[in-house]
Each structure stands twice: as structure tokens, then as C-alpha cells.
């Protein structure tokens, strides 16, 4: 935990290397003043207590300086681009990962750190010539194995500020930092270290959109930044409607003078399309030009609450009379639903019909799956909030034979429910595919899958 707050954990929506964007440094500092000290004279921010010294706090250590060329600088504000492999100490050495992070330090004396939807902050001094901050994360990807599990919150960081050019401007920045990593599985625990490098931080910021093309309107995704933004910073979808962009802020207390993530608080209409419009700025002042387009899945069409005994209006799935020897669940055909596919209707409703209902059934090929779930979702189009019904095990249902050599074994048909209280016409049902509850300890995994649905007696009322 840092001095500011916790950092924003948020799931990275593009895999491999992280992109390095972000503002310019620039150092201030009075040539005739010898003293070093807390950046314009702030005090602690947040409770964070403030870093009097070179001594590493909880055992982790930091070294500052590497091998200077030119002179150290006194360090004022300024914003940097941040990278270091994290390496093993012990022999044979071994890259465990990588750390990438914008790094801005402002007038107040609090140092934010960001790439790419994560993001903390802590309370900085100048020691020596050095940016030095206790208790801060550190954000970039680590290896599990064979490195063990790394933590990334380092009890000291040092950033000593290096003039290669004689002006009495930082030009880079460098340091060391060491930490415990925790074992992980088939690993040991293990002490890594990692070199560190700053450098004037001269691009500007982007945006980094949901890795689909088209998003499941109550998945309520995320935009995230690459580096951390001025809180005036503000995104909106314009298209089929007008939708402002929250700042998502997920730290406690949130980092206090910037945002990294902005979350869609409503639920979209299926086949929409926006464009992604606003303005901001980064920490050191470059413009963000927003940009991309954000679309919903497809309309599958209006399903007729019907019993499914007419024409099907469905992303996906087909209409059965009963499989094996299991008949329909009710009247003369069922919704037959592949677990593999996703599976979204469109229902619509009166405005007195807050209650929806549906009978389901689970097919697999084993005849446990006492560690199986389904996740089903539905939500109003217009509104806040997503409703999820979580189903028990199959197994908790019973098991009936089907004759079927391949899908040998049913689940008793469960009855699901949800009240659906925000306002609005239009209703977006979601079946998502099968998950696994973590078993006790020994029993194997992954649990036998549910490998299709059966559904029925759908409706609003």
C-alpha cells in the first residue's frame, strides 16, 4: 500500500509490451540554494509519513545512483518515463519481468505513477540529488514462475538525477531497488532486483479500448489511458446516444490529482455505435486526442415471450423438441443453447413488468459436477446496473440419464429469477458460459463442464 492509497488494479486489455507515452521533463531548483527537502515545502499528503533518509523501511532495500556520468542535480517537478528489467539476485541470473511506468512529481511533493490503467502515488522528497518515496508501486508485468511471486510495492524508492549534458538539468534518472519475491508454485522464495532508468517523458497520451470489436453492453468496460491524466480530463461516447464517461477511481484514498480509467455507467442498446470524443491532458500537459469507436453486439431482433413455441430471435442457439430422451421442458420446443457460444436475447417489456423468469436445464458428459456454475445476467437498456443470478452446481439438482452417448447426463430443471427494477422497455438477457468453484484440496481440476443448456418458459411479468 502506498502513502496516497492502494493501486488501481484493473485488467490490462492488450497483451504484450507495455506503451510508453507521456509528457516532458523539466527540473527546477535555485543553482544558489544548497538545501534539499520536501518539493515546495508540502508536508506529508494523505498520512503518508515522510521519507527523512537513505534507510530502507520493512527490509527491502534501494540503492540510488548508477555509476553517474556528469554531475548530479537537485530535482524539481518534472515527469519521466520509467523502465527496468527485474532480474534474480542470486545466480544464474534470470529475467523475471519488466517494469514501465510514467512517473510525474509535482510542486506538491507527491510523486503518481501510471501505465496503462494502473496507478499510485506517494509522498516524494529531494535527498541528496535524488527523487526518494517510501511504500510505492512499481507497475510492469512479472513472471510467476520461476521467479516466485513478485510483489511490486517497494519499501524505498530512489531516483538519483544524473547531468550528461553540464546545463544543471537532469537529463535521466537512475537507481536500484531489491525485494523479496514470495514463492510460488515449483519456485523458492528469491530476492529480485531491478536497474532502473528515467527519461524525459515527451509523448502524449493515449487510449487503450476493450480488446473486443463488439462489447456485451452489461459488461460495463473500461477505457483506460497509458499514463495518468489531469482529473479535467473527460471522455463521452457520441452516437446512436450521448454517454458521459466516469472517472473510474478504485484506490482508497484515491490518488488526488489524477484519473487513468474512465467506466461506462450505463447499459448501451445492442448494435450501437459511438465515437469516443473529449479532451484532457497529461501530467505534464500534453493533449490527449481521444479517439476509436465503441460498439454493442449485434441485435439478435425482439424475442416473442412465447414459450419459444415460434420463431427464434437469438444471438445464437436453436429450437429442440427434446434431446435424447429428455423432451422438451414445456409445450412442443425448448431453446437448445451450445455452452461455447455466447448467448444474449432481447426482450422488451410493460412498464409493470419488473420480474423475470426462465426454466433451464444443464446437459454433460460427466455425471458430477458438483464444482460447475453458470453465470446469467440481464440488465435494462438505459440502466445502471446489471442484475446476476448465480446458479447452484447441476449436480445439486439431481442427475437424470439421457440416452445420449455423448452428453449422457442432465441436471432436474432449475427455475431462475431476477427483478429487474430501473426503467425502461428494452431488456438484455445474457447467459455466459460455464465456471469452475474452486474444489477442496486434492480434488482435480478443471471440473466436468456443462456442455449445453436447455431453456424455457421465458418471460416478464
Known amino acids: 500500500m502506498s502513502g496516497l492509497g492502494n493501486p488501481i488494479w484493473l485488467t490490462l486489455l492488450a497483451a504484450g509490451s507495455l506503451v510508453a507515452c507521456g509528457g516532458s521533463a523539466r527540473t527546477t531548483h535555485d543553482p544558489d540554494s544548497t538545501a534539499d527537502g520536501p518539493i515546495g515545502g508540502a508536508s506529508a499528503v494523505g498520512g503518508a509519513a515522510a521519507v527523512g533518509g537513505a534507510t530502507a523501511v520493512g527490509g527491502a532495500t534501494a540503492v540510488g545512483g548508477a555509476g553517474a556520468v556528469g554531475s548530479t542535480v537537485h530535482l524539481g517537478p518534472g515527469s519521466w518515463e520509467v523502465t527496468g528489467d527485474i532480474d534474480t539476485l542470486q545466480a544464474p541470473k534470470i529475467t523475471c519481468g519488466h517494469f ?51 510483489p511490486t510495492i517497494v519499501d524505498e524508492l530512489r531516483l538519483q538525477g544524473i547531468d550528461r549534458d553540464g546545463d544543471g538539468e537532469a537529463d535521466e534518472l537512475a537507481g536500484t531497488v531489491s525485494f523479496n519475491a514470495g514463492p510460488a508454485p515449483g519456485a523458492a522464495s528469491s ?65 488526488p490529482n489524477a484519473t487513468i480509467a474512465f467506466s461506462l455507467l450505463q447499459i448501451l442498446p445492442l448494435g450501437g455505435s459511438w465515437s469516443i470524443t473529449g479532451a484532457g491532458k497529461d501530467l505534464a500537459g500534453h493533449e490527449l486526442r481521444p479517439n476509436g469507436t465503441w460498439r454493442t453486439v449485434a441485435d439478435p431482433g425482439v424475442q416473442a415471450q412465447d414459450g419459444f413455441e415460434g420463431a427464434l430471435e437469438a444471438s445464437s442457439g436453436s429450437l429442440v423438441s427434446g434431446f435424447g430422451s429428455i423432451p422438451a421442458i414445456s409445450g412442443a420446443h425448448s431453446l437448445w443453447l451450445e455452452s461455447e457460444s455466447p448467448h444474449i436475447l432481447h426482450l422488451q417489456r410493460a412498464a409493470d413488468e419488473t420480474k423475470l423468469s426462465f426454466s433451464a436445464r444443464y446437459f454433460r458428459a460427466q455425471d458430477d459436477s458438483t464444482y460447475n456454475g453458470q453465470l446469467v445476467r440481464a440488465g435494462v437498456v438505459g440502466g445502471s446496473h446489471a442484475v446476476t443470478v448465480l446458479a447452484s452446481n447441476p449436480a445439486a ?64 411479468e
Open 100 to 150: 514501465d511506468f510514467t512517473m510525474t512529481v509535482d510542486d506538491a511533493g507527491v510523486m503518481t505513477l501510471g501505465r496503462d490503467g494502473l496507478m499510485d502515488a506517494a509522498t516524494v522528497q529531494i535527498i541528496d540529488g535524488a527523487y526518494v518515496a517510501r511504500s510505492v508501486f512499481l507497475i510492469g508485468s512479472s513472471k510467476l514462475i520461476p521467479c516466485g511471486f513478485a
Open 191 to 255: 530476492t529480485l532486483t531491478s536497474q532502473l532508468t528515467g527519461v524525459p517523458d515527451i509523448s502524449s497520451p493515449t487510449l487503450i479500448l476493450p480488446g473486443d470489436e463488439e462489447s456485451n453492453p452489461l459488461d460495463f468496460a473500461s477505457i483506460l489511458a497509458s499514463e495518468p491524466l489531469e482529473l479535467s480530463s473527460a471522455l463521452s461516447l457520441t452516437g446512436t446516444s450521448h454517454v458521459q464517461l466516469a472517472r473510474y477511481e478504485r484506490s482508497e484514498p484515491p490518488v
Open 397 to 460: 439438482h439431481g442427475n437424470v440419464a439421457t440416452g445420449d452417448a455423448n452428453l449422457p447426463w442432465a441436471s432436474a430443471v432449475v427455475r431462475y429469477e431476477a427483478t429487474l427494477d430501473e426503467p425502461g422497455t428494452d431488456v438484455i438477457l445474457d447467459i455466459s458460459d460455464t465456471f469452475c468453484y474452486f474444489p477442496p484440496p486434492g480434488e482435480p481440476l478443471p471440473c466436468p463442464k456443462i456442455v449445453a443448456w436447455m431453456i424455457d418458459d421465458l418471460a416478464l
